[in-house]
T-cell receptor
């Protein structure tokens, strides 16, 4: 149990739709990162937020966007969904030590 | 070339044996490396981190780092069936972690 909670745990969307995934960080953690894990692959870094500002981004198109709120919870938004967006989306929070604590993920299926 | 390379496996070892998991990385400037374990359908969990050349031991786990060869390994002694999982080799690249695709370990009772 890491104290990082994500919702929803599973969801199904169709191509072209939009999705919002949510993450509640572990208490005291001011940094949140989002990763995409396709089946059989390792997690791929999407972006990171620190105190409500994006401070790092991976190789993902602009239709992947995020927010971090004053309570350090976070959202990942994906517009114009594509079939290849089907994956497990992992949120991880970290504090001063830098160690990442992962939530259990949101499994997105795009049909 | 992938930034972190791992053999996908599966690596099958009998219970009680030593499991040896390896990875190579491309960025000579990377300083920190991690091993995460991921059970099927679950999120990754940190097992060990290593910053310095040489060995680092924690219980049944030993991480080894060779920066000259750009090589990281994880040894699991006295392997147990509960160790069966995918092991992810991870490189710290400033603000992000770069994961390998993982090696699946099967420990046979």
């Amino acid at each position: 149990e890491t104290g990082v909670t994500q919702s929803p745990t599973h969801l199904i969307k169709t191509r072209g739709q939009q999705v919002t995934l949510r993450c509640s960080s572990q208490s005291g953690h001011n940094t949140v990162s989002w990763y995409q894990q396709a089946l059989g692959q390792g997690p791929q870094f999407i972006f990171q937020y620190y105190r409500e500002e994006e401070n790092g981004r991976g190789n993902f198109p602009p239709r992947f966007s995020g927010l971090q709120f004053p309570n350090y919870s976070s959202e990942l938004n994906v517009n114009a969904l594509e079939l290849d967006d089907s994956a497990l989306y992992l949120c991880a929070s970290s504090g001063d030590t830098g160690e990442l604590f992962f939530g259990e993920g949101s499994r997105l299926t795009v049909l | 070339q992938k930034e972190v390379e791992q053999n996908s496996g599966p690596l099958s070892v009998p219970e009680g044996a030593i499991a040896s998991l390896n990875c190579t990385y491309s960025d000579r400037g990377s300083q920190s490396f991690f091993w995460y374990r991921q059970y099927s359908g679950k999120s990754p969990e940190l097992i060990m981190f290593i910053y310095s050349n040489g060995d680092k031991e924690d219980g049944r786990f030993t991480a080894q780092l060779n920066k000259a060869s750009q090589y990281v390994s994880l040894l699991i002694r006295d392997s147990q069936p509960s160790d069966s999982a995918t092991y992810l080799c991870v490189m710290d690249s400033s603000y992000k972690l770069i994961f390998g695709s993982g090696t699946r370990l099967l420990v046979r009772p």
